[in-house]
């Protein structure tokens, strides 16, 4: 068990629709990452949250959003769903923030959307 | 920009048989490197990294990988696997720079232990 929690583990739903993905990551942990894996692109980082603000922004789509809340929890917004969004979404967190030395990410379970 | 290139997309091999997993990275600059293991419907699990020092890393489950500059290389190895080591297994490159800390990743190495 790493620490980092996801839910919901499984999700269903619609061309067309709207969907939340949550995170917590490990206790004391200010650094929230979210990757994408597909069978076409492999994993994928989308987006890095540091203690609340955005820190880096990789291959993520305009119709998806993140945001990290003061409880430092993290929720990926994914719309307008397209059966090519179909994938297993990590979050992962760290300790690592500027001048510190750690870069061990920690991912959860991650959660698999199936878009139908 | 970095990548990663694992060059074998499975690798079938005895149990009790030794085995090497392939990972190359393409960059002009030092950078950090590790490798992750996803079990059946699992998560990633870190088996080691490599940030400085010893080119040669130990790490969880007896895995270990030899760091070669020269070859831009992190090829993971263990000398006796078991059925249990079945799993898909990736090797990732962290940029150097600080401000943040994306990974990127292989696409992947199954390893298929047979009985």
């Known amino acids: 068990d790493s620490g980092v929690t996801q839910t919901p583990k499984h999700l269903i739903t619609a061309t067309g629709q709207r969907v939340t993905l949550r995170c917590s990551p490990r206790?004391?942990?200010?650094?929230v990452y979210w990757y994408q894996q597909s069978l076409d692109q492999g994993l994928q980082f989308l987006i890095q949250?540091?203690?609340?603000?955005?820190?880096a922004k990789g291959n993520i789509l305009e119709r998806f959003s993140a945001q990290q809340f003061p409880d430092l929890h993290s929720e990926l917004n994914l719309s307008s769903l397209e059966l090519g969004d179909s994938a297993l979404y990590f979050c992962?967190?760290?300790?690592?923030?500027?001048?510190?030395?750690?870069?061990?990410?920690?991912f959860g379970p991650g959660t698999r959307l199936t878009v139908t | 920009a970095q990548s990663v290139t694992q060059l074998d997309s499975q690798v079938p091999v005895f149990e009790e048989a030794p085995v090497e997993l392939r990972c190359n990275y393409s960059?002009?600059?030092?950078?950090?490197l590790f490798w992750y293991v996803q079990y059946p419907n699992q998560g990633l699990q870190l088996l080691l990294k490599?940030?400085?020092?010893?080119?040669l890393v130990k790490g969880i489950n007896g895995f270990e990988a030899e760091f070669n500059k020269s070859q831009t290389s992190f090829h993971l190895r263990k000398p006796s696997v078991h059925i249990s080591d079945t799993a898909e297994y990736f090797c990732?490159?962290?940029?150097?720079?600080?401000?943040?800390?994306?990974?990127?990743f292989g696409t992947g190495t199954l390893l298929a232990v047979q009985p």
């Open positions: 949250y540091y203690n609340g603000e955005e820190r």
């Open positions: 990732a490159v962290l940029p150097p720079g600080g401000a943040t800390n994306k990974l990127i």
């Open positions: 490599y940030l400085s020092g010893s080119t």
């Open positions: 960059s002009s600059v030092s950078v950090y």
């Open positions: 992962a967190s760290s300790a690592t923030g500027s001048g510190t030395l750690s870069y061990e990410q920690y």
């Open positions: 206790s004391g942990d200010l650094s």
